[in-house]
């Protein structure tokens, strides 16, 4: 299965804290993206990632790719509550979007 | 600019019975993506329509099939429900037909088998 799986399932820190969440993969990719979910409700888009870049920002996000490692990571810097959500990466199989089964992470005011 | 959007927000069937559930895109998007997302569980890619054609399916039966309208508004329909279809069936939108592309998520149909 070419479905991603995010590391670690359960993530718990501290406001103001940073939160590193790792993403693994199984074939090649042409993109690699990053959606968050907040309790029982649709996804939503943080970043995509193409498989020639190492390393993409947006705001308080930053994603790593390692194709030879078939590996990404999201860091949040400076959490605040609000990031509290569950994290998914997905990769494109060329005709499929493999999500994987998702970060928790829990932000403690 | 209007997000996706789907209902109901909530379906309640028993088992057996048929549930239709639906979602219209964004505006001037052409592809339109079902999923489905049981308790705990990861996404679980079910349909791609593309400018009205099923462009992919994923592993699932047969009862599970959908149509997309020529206004690109689309509709998933669950035959037979089952206990294990009780999910959080999510559906997205992207403005043209390529799967790997960011896809934008409607806030999903909770749907309930007893």
């Known amino acids: 299965s070419q479905q991603g799986e995010e590391d670690p399932q359960a993530l718990s820190i501290q406001e103001g804290e940073n939160a590193t969440m790792n993403c693994s993969y199984k074939t090649s990719i042409n993109n690699l993206q990053w959606y968050r979910q907040n309790s029982g409700r649709g996804l939503v888009h943080l970043i995509l990632?193409?498989?020639?870049?190492r390393e993409k920002h947006s705001g308080r996000l930053r994603v790593t790719l390692d194709t030879s490692k078939k590996s990404s990571s999201l860091l949040i810097t400076a959490s605040r509550a609000a990031d509290t959500a569950s994290y998914f990466c997905?990769?494109?199989?060329?005709?499929?979007?493999?999500f994987g089964t998702g970060t928790r992470l829990t932000v403690i005011p | 600019e209007a997000g996706v959007t789907q209902s109901p927000t909530h379906l309640i069937k028993t088992r057996g019975q048929q549930a239709t559930l639906r979602c219209s895109p964004i505006s001037g998007h052409t592809s339109v993506y079902w999923y489905q997302q049981a308790l705990g569980l990861g996404l679980q890619f079910l349909l791609w329509?593309?400018?009205?054609?099923?462009?992919n399916r994923g592993n699932f039966p047969p009862r599970f099939s959908g149509r997309q309208f020529p206004n690109y508004s689309s509709e998933l329909n669950v035959n037979a429900l089952e206990l294990e279809d009780s999910a959080l069936y999510l559906c997205a939108s992207s403005p043209q037909g390529a799967q790997g592309d960011t896809q934008y998520f409607g806030p999903g149909t909770r749907l309930t088998v007893l």
């Open positions: 990632i193409r498989s020639n870049e």
């Open positions: 329509y593309d400018e009205g054609e099923e462009r």
């Open positions: 997905a990769t494109d199989g060329g005709r499929n979007l493999f």
